[in-house]
């Protein structure tokens, strides 16, 4: 049973920008550390960027100074905003609570494919 929804992805020029969107029924994301992740097709899911309980941001060395992971505790959405996108940030993009072995976590959505191409 997938309990977030990920929305915002599409096809995206080099050095583009792209926000992406998670939302959840099942999950309040102000009393958690939520995260984002992304996958390549035949590789695992790998970490992105996750926002502790109290809005304290973390980042990948792959995206830092690019991307920027938030919170909307009234609506309940974390977001991901990509900037200075590269062909290598092209994979699905899901969110979920942080760990650091995501192949450990359950209840994944559908993701979002983010493909960044001229």
């Known amino acids: 049973q997938a309990w977030f929804a990920e929305s915002g992805g599409g096809l995206v020029q080099p050095g583009g920008s792209r926000t992406l969107s998670c939302t959840s029924s099942?999950?309040?994301?102000?009393?958690?550390?939520m995260a984002w992740y992304r996958q390549v097709p035949g590789n695992e899911r790998e970490l992105v960027a996750h926002?502790?309980?109290?809005?304290?941001?973390r980042y990948a060395d792959f995206v830092k100074g690019r991307f920027s992971i938030s919170k909307d505790n009234v609506k309940n959405t974390v977001s991901l905003q990509m900037n200075s996108l590269n062909s290598e940030d092209t994979a699905a993009y899901y969110c979920?609570?942080?760990?650091?072995?995501?192949?450990?976590?359950?209840?994944w959505g559908k993701g979002t494919l983010v493909t960044v191409s001229a």
């Open positions: 926002i502790t309980d109290d809005d304290r941001p």
């Open positions: 979920n609570y942080y760990s650091d072995i995501p192949r450990y976590l359950h209840n």
């Open positions: 099942q999950v309040v994301f102000s009393r958690t550390t």
